[in-house]
């Protein structure tokens, strides 16, 4: 190969990874230097640098890539500060929340099939999207959080940081963990077992079906549900109290509530229960029983939010009041 | 324990992390002459600070695109080359960095007159 082949062959490949509108400038610059650099070795040694001589010239200038990666803009997904709260919740979701989901959730299948290994393929062959799933959307989240945290990060008061908390919250510390690790349990849940799911069929024939409002009410219920764990990530991570923290609890009390009462409000059933070995009139026992648990859980859920509103909203008036010091410890 | 490897890593880290300032120090310095890329390599290397192609190239353009420096594209010996010198932002800017070097530099050489283990007012 001749070494003007070489060369040319060398810089085109140089092209490929430069930014496509300084390419051409970067280029012209790049073999100038080249080509000076090459004149210089022949003058020194009085002849034309050979092939090999200018294969070890170009090995020592750099890979293409590692040549162009010098002209790209330094680009990120994650602000390196946030990695470890990153890898902290990659780690927390992963092995302490979809970890045991997914096994519970194929312990029964795969024991009672008579083929464990043909059952337990089946369930990875199905659920092998969920980690990467849960994986897309932390990473999607913390992005967001990198991208956008300039606008507020730099707008800030020393006299507006949350106050030290008067005695250490060990309890609330605790309650926002759990808070935050149950929430991201629900979440995976939602996101991977319920994802486009109108009923489950078991190996013996029985099904639960899903009314569609589950479907409808989809992609709230599973918004709602990250907000939650997130907000409680957050009390975890900076417990002290301050009023966004309320007024987004208040915010999402508020959504909690709506959902309940439109799941509420449905006339029919939330399930329907079938199977191959059920009697009709079982059948019809073991769904008025299961829709009556629901509907008392349905009944449960504005009342005990409504406590929250209730606790949220006195936080916020006292703190309005300057009573801060009783409610530094809560969230 | 430290091997000689994790130091000499630790090493390689601190030592480009102190040149990478001196360089763009070093750089403006030497475009109060106009020149272009390989000269400045050469130039540069000739007074004992060298300084490869992947490192220079893309801080020339940092540097210009920063209003530090000039350039423009014009024939030499046959070819084609880019010229670069500093700009009047560029020297204001080189003239602060420099006795913010010195300031550093007389800094430092007071710290390290200062035997290990001694402070300022023992010595006095």
Known sequence: MSNSELIERYLNAVKLWLPRKQQMDILAELSEDLHSQIEDRESAASRPLNEDELVALLKQRGSPMRIASGYIPEQRLINPAMLPIYWMVLRIVLLWVLAPILVTVSFGPIFRSGHPLMAFMRFMAASWQAPFFVIGIITTIFFLLDRYQDQWVDRWDPRKLPRVPASHPQMQWYNDFAGFAFGMAAFTFWAVIMRHRSEFVFDTGFRIGLAPIWGQLYWLILALMLMRALVNLYCFVRPAWNAARSWIRLALDGVEIVIALLLLLRVANWVDIAGPNVAPTDAAKLVQLVNGMMQVSLILIPVITAFDVYRQGRLLRRAKNGQSAPILTLS | ?124
């Open chain 2, 1 to 124: 324990m430290h091997t000689n490897g994790t130091n000499s890593g630790q090493f390689e880290n601190l030592r480009l992390e102190l040149r990478r300032g001196c360089l763009a120090v070093a750089v403006l310095g030497q475009l109060r002459t106009e020149l272009y890329g390989y000269a400045i390599r050469k130039a540069l290397s000739e007074q004992g600070l060298a300084i490869d192609e992947n490192t220079l190239y893309p801080l020339l353009r940092r540097l210009e695109s920063q209003g530090l420096l000039v350039s423009q594209w014009r024939e030499e010996d046959k070819r084609n080359k880019r010229f670069y010198r500093i700009s009047p932002v560029g020297e204001e800017v080189l003239a602060s960095l420099l006795a913010e070097w010195r300031q550093m530099n007389s800094a430092l050489e007071r710290i390290l007159a200062v035997p290990a283990g001694k402070t300022e007012e023992q010595i006095q």
